[in-house]
């Protein structure tokens, strides 16, 4: 049912980079033989997931939605997919993305750029926009995506579904094609808290491989889901309100808040007053550290390989010229400027000190509260082409860019229309409290 949704509607979402028909029919035979026995199941075996082209898939090309990496078919899987592939899911394919993750619109992949279900002529925002439009479109009951800035919350927020980024370290890496490996986490897209609770559960947990991945023990998400959360403190954080913010997506999160305080919740007013400097610090991190992991692209090791010279350095010159887009080139540039010798401590230190703050600001804001409750996006999906300027799209993220830089767990739920557009509200938890925006996401519904 799910490829015949897929063959009737992506020529127009062009959510997937890849569809894995006969895989996908395969491990749905391989599913139904565990169900009849009865032996092994899991919750997900037999259900049918998307993976952004992100994740490597061993022997399944993974783009990245990159010219770079057209052709890369890893030689191994990512944790994630050999623990999805341990429960029986079915994988239905790989989903677009900006170029290297390095986006909000998934209009800067390489390929094409996917659009808003809920209205075509807009974007899904991104980076994991295919990952979020499939779910909306009801082309996968769920997905995966990866969030180094926001990349599974805003567009979760701008397709009407869940994107949950769990804590840095819950989720292995390994095999995530790095961006910026001390942002970067995967995390699920799902229609509902249960969902989100299920499709995390799989993926979570310690790995060896990742040295950074936390040997903290894994929650379980779905008894977490008690549908009541009186007494619960949340916090609505002042800074979070900021002028040139939609009036539509304010008025949705101020009744969404009211909501969960008739829930029975106490809203709390708290500050976050670092919170300004977040997307500067952000656009310092993820830039240099981008620049040191795109520095493996240079044409000998794996994918595009500038061929036509027998000099060394015009065939890497080339390779990269040719293999990256604008904005990709944007971010090496970026970075390797704010790493240089001179440049180092006027912004790269100063954006770690920055860095520093913010998750001091966190960690005095979880002193007093359970959770904390924003806007996901200052506006509702754009129309695509809209926005041109870089720095207008970076502003797509200030609210959800602070999480990664403080290593918090974070997810977007939905909270109504402005316009007939989606809303989405974010819930922010202290690390390793994904159970607790899960219950607060779960009793909203
Ligand atoms: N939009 C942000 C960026 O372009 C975040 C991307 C992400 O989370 N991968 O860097």
Redesign the pocket.
Known sequence: AHLERIRAVDDRVKAFTLVTDDLALKQAEEADKRLASGENLSPLTGIPLAIKDVICTKGITTTCGSRMLENFKPPFDATVMEKLNATGAVMLGKTN??E?????STEHSAFFPTHNPWDLDRAPG???GGSAAVVAAGMAMGSYG???????R?PGALCNILGL?PTYGRVSRYGLVA??SS??QIGPFARDAQDAATLLQAVAGHDQRDSTSSTQEVANYSQALTGNIKGMRIGVPKEYWVEGMDPGVEKVVHSAIEALRDLGAEIVDVSLPHTKYGLAA??IV??AE?SANLARYDGVKYGYSYRDTDDMWEAMEKTRQNGFGA?VKR?IMLGTYALSAGYYDAYYKQAEKVRALIKRDFDEAFAQVDALVSPASPTVAFKLGEISDPYQ??L??MF??PA?LAGICGISIPGGFSENLPVGVQLLGNTFQEAAILRIADAFE
Do not use: H, V
């Open positions: 993305m900006d290297f993750a390095m986006g909000s991104g980076s994991s990866s969030d180094t800035g926001g990349s599974i805003q980024k961006f910026a942002l970067d952000y656009y993820a830039p981008a904005e971010r799209m970076y797509q993220d959800t860019i990664n």
